[in-house]
């Protein structure tokens, strides 16, 4: 469930002011929690009960369905590739549909089920495609009574004129370096403040990078070993997004091949001699075979059902090739 971060409190006292609004497009960097806001926002206007300062009590019936993420009152719009509508096998949208903004003329139609206000987000509304604008913009100019549409984008620049003047724009701040860097450090991100600067100073992403240099350096460790246990492997690199962990597998066999073949490293400065004793009893033949292996991998990375299965294969494969491992 959304929280709101350090940073984030006078633009939570700004909102207040902004309850009885019908639309509102909330702007601001990436990757500062926009949505998060903008979730809290709208879990507070359905709450039964919020506090002094607008939030939501947590207690309530309509704060309950709220978390289970079933309140008949309240619609999120993402791109498909951002939710799990992706069974069908086809290529998942980063683009949020004319489909998708119709689908919600039911919603619109309907009356409040708790007879109070209703909530669409729509993020990042820039996904919006001309078409999709176009459907929203109607809905935009009458509102039906109670409802609040809440764009989130950090591109407003890129949102047609027409759905931004119906809105009312809502700047968020950006969170000044200290707090962010409070923050990482709470969070146990290492070198917070180099870790910020690396990410354009936006707090989420130097978080969530933070968490992918961890996954990334188990991994590596694991390739550094004689054995590798591929199960317990698999069980850890399941839960970063599966071209990722091709592609730091790509970099991996780069290295290997370049250091077998002239004694360079690219993507792994420092552990040349690592890396020289180990590609030492390798075929070069065999890397080359690695690193097909890989490119095929790559793009079947985005359609695999089962992320564990997939790495396993891989990682199996990987052995077949490269080292002897046990599981
Ligand atoms: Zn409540």
């Known amino acids: ?193 180099d870790a910020l600067a690396a990410n354009g100073f936006s707090p989420l992403d130097a978080l969530q990078n933070a968490e992918g240099n961890e996954t990334r350096e188990k991994l590596l460790r694991a390739l550094q070993q004689k054995r590798m246990d591929v199960f317990a492997l698999a069980e850890v690199l399941q839960k970063t997004e599966q071209a990722q962990v091709v592609q730091w597998l790509q970099q991996w066999s780069h290295d290997l091949l370049s250091q077998k073949l002239a004694g360079r490293l690219r993507y792994h400065p420092g552990r040349e001699k690592l890396i020289a004793d180990l590609v030492a009893p390798l075929d070069a033949l065999d890397l080359a075979r690695l690193q097909n292996v890989l490119k095929t991998a790559k793009r079947e990375a985005r359609h695999t059902l089962n992320p564990k299965l997939f790495l396993e294969s891989l990682l199996f494969t990987y052995c077949q090739l490269v080292k002897p491992c046990h599981s």
């Open 1 to 193: 469930m959304s929280t709101l971060y350090p940073w984030q409190g006078s633009d939570w006292a700004r909102l207040q002011h902004s309850r009885a609004s019908q639309g509102l497009l909330l702007h601001g960097q990436r990757g500062t929690g926009k949505l998060a806001l903008a979730v809290c926002f709208a879990k507070s206007l359905l709450c039964e009960h919020p506090d002094s300062e607008g939030h939501a009590c947590g207690k309530c019936s309509a704060c309950g369905w709220f978390e289970q993420g079933s309140h008949p009152d309240y619609r999120l719009v993402q791109p498909e590739s951002e939710t799990e509508e992706n069974e069908s096998g086809k290529k998942a949208s980063r683009q949020i549909s004319v489909d998708q903004i119709r689908a919600l003329s039911d919603f619109l139609g309907m009356t409040a089920h708790q007879g109070g206000r209703r909530v669409v987000i729509i993020y990042p509304s820039e996904a919006m495609n001309v078409n999709a604008a176009n459907a929203l913009l109607k809905s935009l100019e009458e509102p039906p009574e109670g409802l609040l549409f809440m764009l989130v984008t950090h591109k407003r620049h890129a949102l047609l004129p027409t759905i931004v003047s119906r809105c009312i724009s809502f700047a968020l701040a950006t969170p000044d370096v200290a707090t962010a860097t409070r923050f990482l450090e709470k969070e146990g991100v290492e070198r917070p403040f």
